[in-house]
């Protein structure tokens, strides 16, 4: 059966380095796909029968199931998982031709960057109450780290005042593992939250530092319903929560932290490379892509200096 070449594929993706979320990714499109498959040979598969059937099915499903049809950045990732494992089969010898190579992607619109204003950045801030609130909203305000994988690993040992660094072992990319710089908005906060880990005797150097009371690590899920709590209760850019839990309450989301972090930076004229590093972003390319209205703000602001 076709599924049976799913556990093969995901195999395959952790050896080549792919993240644990890139993987589920991946599964969340392929599953469906291939129960539509069912009993047929995957080398049978045709890029109109794919185009013409199954992608049709999955817009009406996803309408029936949202109210709306799926933006293209979700018909992208669609696509990209099912180019991905046709090109497994190819490599491998399943398929002769990967039928994939056919289908043409959307274009995807690069998102305008949603950082923070410094008033905004501010109230946030400042909205933070519990000690759990202090250290999460700080933390990804000035070290631009992501909350999945790089929080949810980052140990006691690995936050070092005395080094002032912050040792990033686990990301989404190889680039991702990095050393960062403590700054010094960050520090008091830092010192705060060691004060209130022994307090509740969570301060053996293997230990999360970004622990739960009951000391285990703080969830992706967990530090995204804290940074949603404290942004609305700062009132910054609310919103009509849609969600079942009516948690989305603000615009605000932990990457909106990340990209400020990285904004901050490049409006007080650090350098594209630095800034791209300190995001662990695999290329400057990528830094750019997502800071290009900035970067062009700089710039002119750099010429008229200079010419003034």
């Known amino acids: 059966m076709a599924t049976d070449q799913l556990p093969a594929f995901c195999a395959y993706q952790q050896r080549r380095g792919r993240s644990p979320a890139t993987r589920v990714k991946y599964a969340v499109y392929l599953e469906p796909f291939l129960a539509w498959v069912g009993d047929r040979d995957l080398a049978d598969v045709t890029a109109q029968a794919i185009e013409l059937d199954w992608l049709v099915r999955w817009y009406a499903d996803f309408e029936q199931r949202n109210g709306r049809l799926p933006a293209p950045k979700t018909v992208a990732n669609h696509l990209t998982a099912l180019a991905a494992f046709f090109a497994f089969l190819e490599r491998f010898d399943y398929v002769v031709r990967n ?23 501010d109230a946030v801030l400042a909205a933070a109450r519990s000690p759990q609130e202090r250290i999460v909203v700080s933390f ?4 631009g780290l992501r909350s999945g994988s790089e929080l949810h690993h980052l140990l006691n040992a690995d936050v070092d005042l005395a080094a002032n660094t912050i040792r990033v072992r686990h990301s989404k990319t190889p680039r991702g593992r990095r050393l960062l710089p403590i700054l010094p908005e960050l520090r008091p906060y830092i010192e705060r939250w060691q004060v209130y880990q022994r307090a509740i005797g969570q301060t053996a150097p293997d230990a999360p530092f970004f622990a739960t009371r009951n000391g285990t690590a703080m969830r992706h899920k967990q530090v995204y319903e804290v940074v949603k709590r404290v942004a609305a209760r700062a009132g910054v850019r609310p919103r009509v929560a849609t969600d079942r839990e009516r948690i989305n309450t603000t615009e605000v989301t932990p990457h909106t932290l990340r990209r400020t972090f990285g904004s901050h930076l490049l409006n007080n004229g650090v350098r594209l490379e630095v800034v791209s590093r300190l995001l662990g972003h695999e290329s400057t390319v990528t830094t750019e ?9 700089v710039i002119a602001a750099e010429v008229l200096l200079a010419v003034g």
Do not use: C, G
């Not at 990804?140 to 070290?143: G, H, I, N, P, S």
């Not at 892509?289 to 703000?297: I, P, Q, T």
């Open 140 to 143: 990804l305000r000035f070290t």
């Open 99 to 121: 039928p994939m190579n056919r289908i043409d992607s959307p274009k995807v619109e690069q998102r305008p960057n949603d950082w923070l204003k410094p008033h905004e950045d």
């Open 289 to 297: 892509r997502a800071y290009a209205s900035l970067l062009d703000a």
